[in-house]
């Protein structure tokens, strides 16, 4: 069964992947009868979280060589899309969009173009230029501070899809100001995950679990014996308990929470989800759980619906096909929570 943070963005290791039937350690493949797949578990650092891969396939000699091509991957796309890193493509973009259009890659343009296709159809709610809000919340690097009404009105100046120019004539990218910058944080992690599920599929892998640090998790297939992959969802109030599980087959799971990163202050919690529309931490939701068709979108989705909360989520929810949430909802009455569970029509 893999446990899910419910609460988790990557600050940790939040997955621990085992199958009952499952005795072999997370280096060696064995063989699963009577369904002659063999099994292999690994993990790699990469994204600032733990990738976590569990696996199944027909060659027992090329399944770990497979599952190390994967957090090749996951490294690949992190040299791409990195903001930490200063060599990296992305990193080009913020210093010099300001300037002039910059010219990137095809996948790197095409992904921007999508997350910025998630902020339109969210209205502002998922948006991949709140960067400057992070920082001026004290997220960026840090454990969060309250910013002054100065430096909260200067970040917001610089925060909104309206401020990046895409030609995809030229595939360049323009920022009308200085200061914008673009963070994809936020769904990076869901398109690697994508990415290598992809690869597993052309290499014939029968079926596969993989996690980025327990925020995003993709499953193909179910491991021998099983209708699918068991995921168990963290309790968003105590990590120690499980809150809900659900069973997971040609499908991801994504997660957004309060607690992974947050500060109190003046008797009130700030969470690191930003509301892009206000300049100010999210409120109103412990943790969201979406279940979509692919890790990118249910990065941006569990985003932007812990943004809006359940009621406000509820015609951007219908707008999409195969998508399952689940809210946390605090009730103070209690100091517990009650899960809203709403299915796209």
Sequence with gaps: MASVGATARCASAFVALSLATVTTGPHRAAAIEPEHLFHHEASRISMACEYAIEAYGPDADALPRIVDEGFDEVDRIDRLMSHYKSDSPLSRVNREAAQHPVAVDPELFDFIADAMRYQHESSGAFDITVGPLMKAWGFFRGDGRVPSDDELAAARRLVGGAHVILNPTSRTIGFDRSGVELDLGGIAKGYAVDRVAGLFKRRRITAALISAGGSTIYAIGAPPGRDGWTVAIQDPIDSRKIALTIEL???????????????????????????????????????????ASSGTEGDALDDAFFVLGPERSRDYLNRLRATEVFFFVPVRSTGGFEIDHRISR
Excluded: N
Aim: no cysteine.
């Design 249 to 291: 087959k040609d499908r991801a799971v994504s997660v957004a929470g309060s607690s992974e990163k947050s500060f109190e202050a003046g008797g009130v919690t700030y969470s690191h989800i930003m509301d892009p529309r206000t300049g100010t931490p999210a409120q109103g939701v412990l943790s969201v759980v979406v279940l």
